[in-house]
């Protein structure tokens, strides 16, 4: 199975940062890449899919990149309802797997 | 709109099996894939198996096989997935999850709360 690391596991910012959070495979996943926000207590929300394919209705401050095995998801400024927790997931193989999160705190 | 609608929170024994339901709406429900996926208690998610609605056809994550079954009634657009043998470790929210192009997960049931206690 491929597996995902995030980094950093958690991190604290400020309303209107900039952040970034990292996706690792632990192998080359050709751009088959999704992300997800997860609201305490919801269903997972899914953000962008290949890489940085916005999904409708999620705001523009969202965006991804990155290839290979390395990838990344960037917050322009940081709003309220963006604290929440994110998932990385790669669909290149299966079985489909998810990064362990990064739980995105006001600091 | 696409809904997927899950069936209410569970209590079981260790050595049970639960069964929770997914009821899908707003789409032509064989074209695309359900899946399931768990998220124990401050953890992440993961993936334990999808079925193809059209044909019945499953795949499962090696560390369920054997302990899951997913199934589907067409006649009632709704998805099944059955949780064998049941450990105090599999206490978590059970999500369906509707796919796109078999990759990705759309669109996502409310979630299912089991608890294996004793």
């Known amino acids: 199975d491929i597996q995902m690391t995030q980094s950093p596991s958690s991190l604290s910012a400020s309303i209107g940062d900039r952040v970034t959070l990292t996706c690792r495979a632990s192998q080359a996943i050709s751009n088959s890449l999704a992300w997800y926000q997860q609201l305490p207590g919801k269903a997972p929300k899914l953000l962008l899919s290949a890489v940085s394919r916005l999904e409708s209705g999620v705001p523009s401050r969202f965006s991804g990149s990155g290839s290979g095995a390395d990838y990344t998801l960037t917050i322009s400024s940081l709003q309220p309802e963006d604290f929440a927790a994110y998932y990385c997931?790669?669909?290149?193989?299966?079985?489909?797997?998810f990064g362990q999160g990064t739980k995105l705190e006001i600091k | 709109q696409v809904q997927l609608v899950q069936s209410g929170a569970e209590v079981k024994k260790p050595g049970a099996s639960v069964k929770v339901s997914c009821k899908a709406s707003g789409y032509t429900f064989s074209d695309f894939n359900i899946h399931w996926v768990r998220q124990a208690p401050g953890q992440g998610l993961e993936w334990m198996g999808r079925?193809?609605?059209?044909?019945?056809?499953?795949n499962y994550a090696q560390k369920f096989r054997g302990r899951v079954n997913v199934t589907r009634d067409t006649s009632i657009t709704t998805v099944f997935m059955e949780l064998s043998s049941l450990r105090f470790d599999d206490t978590a929210v059970y999500y369906c999850?509707?796919?796109?192009?078999?990759?990705?997960?759309?669109?996502w049931g409310q979630g299912t709360r089991v608890t294996v206690s004793s």
């Open positions: 997931q790669q669909y290149f193989t299966s079985p489909r797997t």
């Open positions: 999850a509707r796919d796109r192009d078999a990759e990705f997960f759309v669109f």
């Open positions: 079925i193809n609605p059209k044909t019945g056809g499953t």
